[in-house]
């Protein structure tokens, strides 16, 4: 549909003929080619470098962190208790003073009680891949969820320093259980709840599914040839970081700084000691809200650990 001119507009449109026509002899004459590229030069033009399409907090947080079975990250409820086996016992307590004094900085649960019941057990081994075929034969649970097919491929040794973690569900009520492959058969004495009492979530929420995500214990596994020449304090920084979340993809590069590349394959930058991304995204970790979805949890430690990537930002 077409909007009818006022009168003065089309009064004004009437003089756009002469005023063409006066403009036409005084229009200069265009510049040559020559005296553009003489009247340009020494002048740079530097375009803006392109954004990246991904964000790369929550891409490493994607790729690094995984979810449990409730599709949520895990972190330790119960105060984190560490023993650190098979080195002298000052080199032990070093690492273990290392773990919890991380642990308080990102405000993790800090066990008081010298007597403590460990759920982050460090071994220094020379030997990782027999102890952990050991542990397999007669402690599987400790390998965390898998299934029977995958037993031979969860038990590869194939870093100098190796995780495995096991985690639990809860819900509301207090009912949790632990995410092993087949929890039915085992009862709730042994720490998990029959199928019947299985925790469930609450549907219809957009924001939680009442339920959260648990850390239950770390089994950290040291290779003592391999991390003969590291720095103590690198390596207990490491072991930190490794201990108060579920990790799983360590074993390639990353662009971002963080101390996890100090065991990472064909690093240059490697850190000797946590970075500010690592504080940051640990912090996140233990300051979302527990029952919130997955996604939202994401968000929210990506969004903590871009702050510690801001510092880098060049």
């Known amino acids: 549909m077409r909007t009818a001119l006022p009168f003065a507009a089309l009064a004004f449109t009437a003089s756009i003929g002469v005023a063409a026509a006066s403009a036409r002899q005084t229009v200069p004459a265009p510049v040559s080619k020559a005296a553009s590229a003489s009247d340009l030069s020494g002048i740079t ?6 954004k990246p399409l991904i964000n790369p907090a929550s891409q490493f947080v994607r790729e690094h962190l995984p979810q449990s079975q409730s ?10 208790c560490v023993k650190v086996i098979g080195l002298p016992p000052e ?9 919890a004094e991380m642990a308080g900085e990102v405000r993790a649960p800090v066990a008081k009680d010298a007597a403590c019941v460990p759920n982050v057990h460090v071994v220094f081994t020379t030997n990782p891949q027999a102890l952990i075929d050991d542990i397999a034969k007669r402690k599987d649970i400790l390998i965390g969820f898998h299934y029977f097919s995958q037993s031979k491929k969860v038990t590869v040794v194939n870093r100098p320093i190796q995780a495995w973690y096991v985690t639990r569900t809860r819900d509301t ?70 201990a108060l979340a579920k990790w799983q993809g360590l074993e390639k590069c990353n662009a971002i ?34 029952r919130e979805l997955g ?18 930002v060049k």
């Open 45 to 50: 033009v530097t375009a803006e470098k392109p």
């Open 71 to 80: 599709e949520q990250f895990p972190r330790f409820r119960d105060a984190v």
């Open 91 to 99: 080199f032990g307590a070093f690492i273990a003073k290392r773990v």
């Open 173 to 242: 009520t207090g009912n949790s259980w632990i995410e092993v492959a087949n929890p039915c058969p085992i009862t709730a004495g042994n720490g998990l709840a029959p199928c019947a009492d299985r925790p469930v979530g609450r549907a219809g929420s957009r924001l939680s599914n009442d339920m959260s995500a648990e850390l239950v214990h770390s089994l950290i596994l040291a290779d003592a040839n391999k991390v003969a020449g590291e720095k103590i304090d690198a390596v207990a920084d490491y072991i930190a970081v490794l």
């Open 257 to 290: 700084p963080t101390v996890l590349n100090l065991m990472a394959e064909d690093c240059a930058d490697r850190p000797q000691a946590a970075t500010d991304t690592d504080l940051a995204l640990l912090s996140g970790l233990y300051a979302v809200d527990p």
């Open 295 to 312: 996604s939202l949890q994401r968000a929210s430690i990506a969004g903590r650990m871009a702050q510690g990537l801001q510092p880098s």
